[in-house]
């Protein structure tokens, strides 16, 4: 996860900030979608589809209506919208701030890819996880969890709000994925298909792949 820090938020001190190793379990939830891993990551990478399938998360994160991914370029965080108290369903107000996360962090959210199948996406007051377990070439099984400071969790704090927001935007994504996951099959895709520039973060993960593979198949 250091390397990927690194790659993505520009230094390791970046994710330290969250304490990930102390927090606690808030909640669970097991997807089984009948989808591609790799088509599951492409989705996780990108934002063109942000604006037309993810009302909850582009009222919050509002440049994400316009389509602009977290993952694009080094070190950016997406900002919080004017109005928006907290990373919630409704925009209304979460918990403190985790005691380390640096000023420059807060009302920001910070989303990594840990290859091959983990995603990390962090915010100022909790981390989402998610974990994929590939079971056949159209279907993964993703495992989230919403983790926080302890303490939240030990006093039984109603975290469903947090948990919402993500929530949708999992069923909204793994949805889209199991309606692309048919043309997968086209020949158009026998090499990943066609990406334009701002797209290169997901070309260096298939040359990264092709690489494990040998240059055989993904």
């Given at each position: 996860?250091?390397?990927?820090?690194?790659?993505?938020?520009?230094?390791?001190?970046?994710?330290?900030?969250?304490?990930?190793?102390?927090?606690?379990?808030?909640?669970?939830?097991?997807?089984?979608?009948?989808?591609?891993?790799?088509?599951?990551?492409?989705?996780?990478?990108?934002?063109?589809?942000?604006?037309?399938?993810?009302?909850?998360?582009?009222?919050?994160?509002?440049?994400?209506?316009?389509?602009?991914?977290?993952?694009?370029?080094?070190?950016?965080?997406?900002?919080?919208?004017?109005?928006?108290?907290?990373?919630?369903?409704?925009?209304?107000?979460?918990?403190?701030?985790?005691?380390?996360?640096?000023?420059?962090?807060?009302?920001?959210?910070?989303?990594?890819?840990?290859?091959?199948?983990?995603?990390?996406?962090?915010?100022?007051?909790?981390?989402?996880?998610?974990?994929?377990?590939?079971?056949?070439?159209?279907?993964t099984v993703v495992e989230c969890d919403w983790l926080y400071a302890p303490e939240?969790?030990?006093?039984?704090?109603?975290?469903?709000?947090?948990?919402?927001?993500?929530?949708?935007?999992?069923?909204?994504?793994?949805?889209?994925?199991?309606?692309?996951?048919?043309?997968?099959a086209s020949r158009a895709y026998r090499r990943g298909g066609v990406l334009v520039?701002?797209?290169?973060?997901?070309?260096?993960?298939?040359?990264?792949?092709?690489?494990?593979?040998?240059?055989?198949?993904?």
């Amino acid at each position: 996860m250091r390397h990927a820090s690194v790659e993505r938020l520009g230094d390791t001190a970046a994710i330290d900030h969250y304490g990930t190793e102390n927090l606690a379990l808030g909640k669970r939830i097991t997807y089984d979608v009948k989808a591609n891993w790799k088509l599951i990551v492409e989705n996780f990478m990108e934002c063109y589809h942000c604006a037309t399938i993810h009302p909850e998360l582009t009222e919050v994160l509002p440049e994400f209506a316009d389509g602009y991914a977290a993952q694009y370029y080094v070190g950016h965080g997406a900002e919080f919208g004017e109005d928006v108290k907290g990373f919630t369903v409704d925009g209304s107000e979460g918990f403190g701030r985790l005691p380390d996360v640096a000023a420059d962090q807060d009302r920001r959210y910070y989303a990594l890819t840990v290859k091959p199948t983990v995603f990390v996406n962090l915010v100022p007051d909790h981390v989402i996880l998610h974990r994929m377990f590939p079971l056949a070439e159209d279907r993964t099984v993703v495992e989230c969890d919403w983790l926080y400071a302890p303490e939240v969790v030990a006093s039984g704090a109603d975290v469903s709000k947090s948990v919402e927001l993500f929530h949708r935007v999992n069923t909204q994504d793994f949805e889209a994925c199991e309606r692309t996951q048919p043309a997968m099959a086209s020949r158009a895709y026998r090499r990943g298909g066609v990406l334009v520039p701002n797209e290169h973060h997901i070309g260096i993960f298939h040359e990264w792949l092709l690489e494990k593979l040998g240059g055989g198949r993904a």
